[in-house]
Protein backbone atom coordinates (compact mmCIF):
# COMPACT_ATOMS: atom_id res chain seq x y z
CA UNK A 1 0.00 0.00 0.00
CA UNK A 2 0.87 3.29 -0.33
CA UNK A 3 2.32 5.06 2.59
CA UNK A 4 1.38 8.07 4.47
CA UNK A 5 4.37 10.43 2.87
CA UNK A 6 3.18 9.74 -0.39
CA UNK A 7 -0.14 10.16 0.39
CA UNK A 8 0.37 13.97 1.64
CA UNK A 9 3.19 14.88 -0.73
CA UNK A 10 0.82 14.66 -3.82
CA UNK A 11 -2.24 15.91 -1.14
CA UNK A 12 -0.15 18.77 -1.16
CA UNK A 13 0.81 19.14 -4.64
CA UNK A 14 -2.95 18.98 -5.56
CA UNK A 15 -2.77 16.34 -8.00
CA UNK A 16 -4.94 13.31 -7.92
CA UNK A 17 -6.78 12.40 -11.19
CA UNK A 18 -10.80 11.65 -10.93
CA UNK A 19 -11.39 8.49 -10.52
CA UNK A 20 -13.98 7.07 -11.97
CA UNK A 21 -17.70 5.53 -10.51
CA UNK A 22 -17.81 8.23 -7.72
CA UNK A 23 -20.98 9.05 -6.39
CA UNK A 24 -19.90 12.89 -5.80
CA UNK A 25 -18.86 14.45 -8.82
CA UNK A 26 -18.34 17.40 -6.66
CA UNK A 27 -15.77 16.29 -4.71
CA UNK A 28 -12.27 17.42 -5.05
CA UNK A 29 -9.81 14.48 -6.60
CA UNK A 30 -7.53 14.60 -2.97
CA UNK A 31 -10.83 13.59 -1.07
CA UNK A 32 -12.57 11.15 -3.13
CA UNK A 33 -8.84 9.52 -2.74
CA UNK A 34 -8.71 9.85 1.05
CA UNK A 35 -12.13 8.18 1.18
CA UNK A 36 -11.39 5.61 -1.37
CA UNK A 37 -8.62 4.89 0.89
CA UNK A 38 -10.14 5.14 4.18
CA UNK A 39 -13.07 3.15 2.72
CA UNK A 40 -10.63 0.07 1.52
CA UNK A 41 -8.52 0.00 5.27
CA UNK A 42 -12.63 -0.34 6.60
CA UNK A 43 -13.08 -3.83 4.56
CA UNK A 44 -9.62 -4.98 4.71
CA UNK A 45 -10.25 -4.30 8.46
CA UNK A 46 -13.80 -6.07 8.54
CA UNK A 47 -12.19 -9.56 6.35
CA UNK A 48 -9.61 -10.17 8.46
CA UNK A 49 -12.03 -9.97 11.51
CA UNK A 50 -13.38 -12.90 10.07
CA UNK A 51 -17.02 -12.26 10.49
CA UNK A 52 -18.00 -11.99 7.35
CA UNK A 53 -19.99 -14.67 5.17
CA UNK A 54 -18.54 -16.09 2.42
CA UNK A 55 -20.58 -13.67 -0.35
CA UNK A 56 -20.22 -10.92 1.92
CA UNK A 57 -16.11 -11.82 2.04
CA UNK A 58 -16.09 -12.28 -2.19
CA UNK A 59 -18.43 -9.01 -2.17
CA UNK A 60 -15.94 -7.20 -0.01
CA UNK A 61 -12.98 -8.71 -1.51
CA UNK A 62 -14.08 -7.67 -5.30
CA UNK A 63 -14.78 -3.95 -3.94
CA UNK A 64 -11.20 -3.88 -2.42
CA UNK A 65 -9.72 -4.69 -5.78
CA UNK A 66 -11.67 -2.16 -7.30
CA UNK A 67 -10.47 0.14 -4.52
CA UNK A 68 -6.96 -0.25 -4.88
CA UNK A 69 -6.86 0.36 -8.82
CA UNK A 70 -8.08 3.18 -8.33
CA UNK A 71 -5.80 4.53 -5.15
CA UNK A 72 -2.96 3.21 -7.52
CA UNK A 73 -3.89 4.89 -10.29
CA UNK A 74 -4.45 8.25 -8.51
CA UNK A 75 -0.96 7.72 -7.15
CA UNK A 76 0.54 6.79 -10.12
CA UNK A 77 -0.14 9.96 -11.96
CA UNK A 78 0.51 12.06 -8.62
CA UNK A 79 4.10 10.80 -9.19
CA UNK A 80 3.99 11.24 -12.71
CA UNK A 81 3.24 15.12 -12.16
CA UNK A 82 5.53 15.17 -9.67
CA UNK A 83 8.54 14.09 -11.66
CA UNK A 84 7.04 16.35 -14.77
CA UNK A 85 7.22 19.58 -12.17
CA UNK A 86 10.68 18.12 -11.03
CA UNK A 87 11.71 18.65 -14.49
CA UNK A 88 9.79 20.00 -16.81
CA UNK A 89 12.23 20.13 -19.86
CA UNK A 90 11.80 16.61 -20.09
CA UNK A 91 8.50 15.49 -19.57
CA UNK A 92 9.00 12.73 -21.62
CA UNK A 93 11.46 11.48 -19.71
CA UNK A 94 9.33 10.68 -17.38
CA UNK A 95 7.89 7.47 -16.07
CA UNK A 96 6.20 5.75 -13.06
CA UNK A 97 8.03 5.95 -10.02
CA UNK A 98 9.79 2.68 -8.73
CA UNK A 99 11.17 2.97 -5.18
CA UNK A 100 13.20 -0.15 -5.92
CA UNK A 101 15.44 1.89 -8.40
CA UNK A 102 17.87 4.55 -7.59
Do not use: W
Not at 63 to 75: E, P, T, V
Amino acid sequence: MATRAAIELAQALGYFSRMPNTPDSSASPVAEFEKSLDELEQLVGRMEHGDLSLDESLHSFERGIALYRSCQGALEQAELRVQQLLDPGAPEAARPFDPETP
